[in-house]
């Protein structure tokens, strides 16, 4: 490839940045869930272990 695409003239930190955010959001889109799903099921657990 050459530098000037991945210079994008001039705009390159906004443009792999904003690719980066993205990423970031869709990693914790999907990892928010499971670690909630986890929380709640050992949340389950304890309570049934005390009654």
Not at 11 to 19: E, I, K, L, N, T
Not at 21 to 50: H, S, T
Request: hydrophobic share 60%; glycine share 6%; charged share 20%.
């Amino acid at each position: 490839m050459d530098t000037h695409f991945w210079q994008m003239s001039g705009y390159a930190v906004y443009v792999w940045g904003s690719f980066g955010v993205a990423a970031l959001v869709f990693a914790w889109a999907w990892l928010a869930p499971l670690r909630r799903r986890r929380a709640l099921l050992d949340a389950i657990r304890e309570a049934a272990e005390d009654a």
